[in-house]
Nanobody, 115 residues
């Protein structure tokens, strides 16, 4: 089982930026894909962005043009750069890694967008 440790969450004003990090306990090349999900209170967990082992990316429509997923293979880390943040981006953000059809989750990091 892989360990995923998220960091970088916090409180930011609308229009601000944050960068989330997800450090994996094994090489990220071993995963079919890695992604960021979020869950707001009373809502279901939803996909925000995902990157495949080949480097292809996809994003939720609500974050396209504002969020960017990237990875540093040498550091076994996946990032989520979030710009132009909106109050509706407030949620707990979770890192996910899929290998052989099985997903592992990080503990989550809180992002709050508020003035």
């Amino acid at each position: 089982q892989v360990q995923l440790v998220e960091s970088g969450g916090g409180l930011v004003q609308p229009g601000g930026s944050l960068r989330l990090s997800c450090a994996a306990s094994r090489t990220i090349f071993s995963f079919d894909n890695m992604g960021w999900y979020r869950q707001a209170p009373g809502e279901e967990r939803e996909l925000v962005a995902r990157v495949t082992s080949g480097g292809s990316t996809n994003y939720a429509d609500s974050v396209k043009g504002r969020f960017t997923i990237s990875r540093d293979i040498a550091k076994n880390t996946v990032y989520l750069q979030m710009n132009s943040l909106k109050p509706e981006d407030t949620a707990v953000y979770y890192c996910n890694a899929v290998r052989y059809g099985t997903g592992d989750w990080g503990q989550g990091t809180q992002v709050t967008v508020s003035s």
